[in-house]
């Protein structure tokens, strides 16, 4: 874009130039009384490569190119957005996943244990408070509570 402005600005100087010297040979002619019925070529052309249409241009140019950044980054952000969304989404698979297995194993070692047949109540006897207390007797009215 910078290049094209560069040439059309040259362009400019250029045909501001040849336009200077057709005046300049407009107003020797005058001075010499041309003839009425011969007109220089392309007078009534308005002039190619003025300031404020290269300004318009450049203006025009700038707004296009910043909408352009604007998309690109718009795309960035919605790219990023989706490969977080899927890596996230594996993570959190794997996780259940191993989750999962660890809760399985754990089934699995309750069942292979109590197929086994080992009685935890056997190797480790336990003390109701019901049995030792079954003698109301004993605790709740005792001989010498008088």
């Known amino acids: 874009?910078?290049?094209l402005l560069l040439i059309l600005s040259g362009l400019a100087v250029v045909v501001a130039t040849v336009s200077n010297v057709t005046e300049k040979a407009t107003v020797s002619n005058e001075t010499e009384k041309p003839k009425d019925d011969q007109k220089l070529p392309?007078?009534?052309v308005e002039g190619y490569g003025r300031i404020d249409k290269a300004k318009e241009l450049t203006k025009?140019?700038?707004d296009e190119t910043n909408s352009m950044v604007d998309q690109l980054e718009k795309a960035e952000v919605a790219e990023m957005k989706r490969s977080q969304f899927r890596a996230l989404t594996r993570l959190r698979g794997v996780v259940v996943s191993s989750?999962?297995?660890v809760a399985q194993e754990h089934t699995e070692?309750?069942?292979h244990h109590n197929k086994?047949?080992?009685?935890?109540?056997?190797?480790?006897p336990i003390k109701h408070?019901?049995?030792e207390e079954s003698d109301v007797s004993h605790?709740?009215?005792?001989a010498k509570a008088d």
Do not use: C, Q, Y
């Not at 086994?116 to 480790?124: I, L, N, V």
């Not at 605790?139 to 005792?142: G, I, M, Q, T």
């Open 116 to 124: 086994k047949g080992g009685k935890w109540r056997d190797e480790h």
């Open 129 to 131: 408070l019901a049995t």
């Open 1 to 3: 874009m910078a290049r």
């Open 99 to 101: 989750f999962d297995g």
């Open 42 to 44: 392309f007078t009534d």
């Open 60 to 62: 025009k140019s700038v």
């Open 109 to 111: 070692n309750i069942e």
């Open 139 to 142: 605790w709740a009215f005792p």
